[in-house]
């Protein structure tokens, strides 16, 4: 796998270097960019890449990092307890604070070049499974501010990177903040107040995952509830699309009513939302029951493929109209079958040469027609 990484990155690098002379400066950046492991060679040249491509005026600059355990997480802190920090190294910093702060809710990994037995893996995993915040126990971002001419600043360089600069070593007076897991940052409080002291959908969406996982829908208020209806909803209506797809000869239909809901988030309502759910459904169901039956379900014996989303069938019956699509589904199949089974049809086929293929034709559209029963 190393070897692999290996013949990756000289083959980019070589195609570069060869395309555009690159002197030894502009290699090692370039060698870097592709590949953040390779620091250490601008470390070899920092003093004249800081001559050729420094920041042009003073600002702030952020780092992002991420601890996997509480030791290693109080040791550095130990090192800037008075608000400063010494770099053996260069380092990467940003100006951009987000950036910085997403480095320190996770570490970025090669995943194609890491071992699947490596923690970090592991970490990853825990963090999509749980919808925690972090993946290992803390994150922190530390900020300095730096004078002109005091970090390599990459998007001068003429092949631009992220909003990224490389601080060289030294000692920098420094401020930093707490990047907490959600099971840190909201320990032993209220889930009605986590709920209603959310501020944008964005910022629901980042937490759902986990505040579902972690509590019950029980121990919220109506008021709470609410709060999580409106921040689904996001202030959409409920729609549906039928739609014909042919490609290559295929024919696939289409049947779609998005409610914008999963069933499960029902539990998270109250009632009168639930109601206005109901409400809003009855507003388009019939519509789309007629439409359903006059322009697709007349075509479904020609279709080779039929998708309807996962919970359709769910969301008619939350509605009070599974009997009408019942009823209209036995109709149109029954409709089909009689045309299969009635006399003219059985004469034709008595009346043709390749009989055999065209009763078993016939067998596996009544059997199709028997299984959508």
């Known amino acids: 796998m190393r070897l692999y990484r290996w013949l990756l990155d000289s083959a980019i690098s070589d195609r570069w270097n060869n395309a555009n002379n690159l002197d030894n ?79 320190a809710k996770t570490r970025k990994v090669y995943l194609e070049f890491i071992s699947p037995n490596d923690p970090i893996i ?20 530390i900020s300095t501010k730096i004078n002109a001419n005091q970090a390599i600043d990459l998007k001068n360089f003429k092949f631009k990177a ?28 209220n889930p009605n107040d986590i709920i209603l002291s959310i501020k944008s959908e964005e910022e629901f969406k980042d937490i759902s995952k986990w505040f579902f996982k972690q509590y019950d829908p029980k121990t919220l208020t109506d008021e709470a509830k609410h709060k999580i209806y409106l921040l689904l909803k996001k202030n959409k209506k409920i729609t549906y699309t039928l739609k014909k797809e042919y490609f290559n000869g295929s024919k696939t239909i289409y049947i779609y009513i998005g409610p914008l809901f999963k069933p499960e988030d029902l539990n998270w309502f109250n009632n009168k939302d639930k109601e206005e759910i109901k409400k809003d459904l009855k507003q388009i169901i019939p519509k789309f029951l007629k439409d359903l039956e006059r322009e697709y379900l007349s075509e479904y014996k020609n279709a080779t493929t039929i998708e309807w989303n996962d919970n359709i069938q769910f969301w008619i019956k939350y509605s009070g109209y599974e009997k009408e699509l019942i009823n209209m589904l036995k109709n149109t199949l029954g409709k089909e079958y009689n045309n299969l089974t009635n006399y003219d049809n059985i004469k034709k086929i008595n009346s043709m040469k390749n009989k055999e293929d065209v009763i078993n034709k016939h067998a596996q559209d009544l059997m199709r027609i028997f299984k959508s029963l």
């Open 122 to 141: 592991q970490m990853i995993k825990n963090k999509n499974k749980t919808g925690e915040k972090i993946t290992g126990y803390r994150g922190i971002v």
């Open 25 to 103: 400066v502009d290699k090692a950046l370039q060698r870097y960019i592709l590949n953040p492991e390779y620091i250490f060679e601008v470390e070899n040249i920092g003093n004249e890449a800081l001559k050729r491509y420094p920041n042009k005026r003073p600002t702030t600059l952020y780092r992002g990092l991420n601890f996997a355990t509480k030791e290693e997480y109080i040791d550095f802190l130990n090192k800037i307890k008075n608000g400063r920090i010494t770099l053996n190294k260069f380092s990467s910093w940003t100006e951009n604070k987000k950036l910085a702060e997403s480095f």
């Open 162 to 189: 992220e909003d990224e600069m490389i601080l060289p070593n030294g000692t920098y007076k420094i401020e930093y903040k707490e990047i907490l897991s959600y099971n840190d940052e909201f320990k032993n409080k």
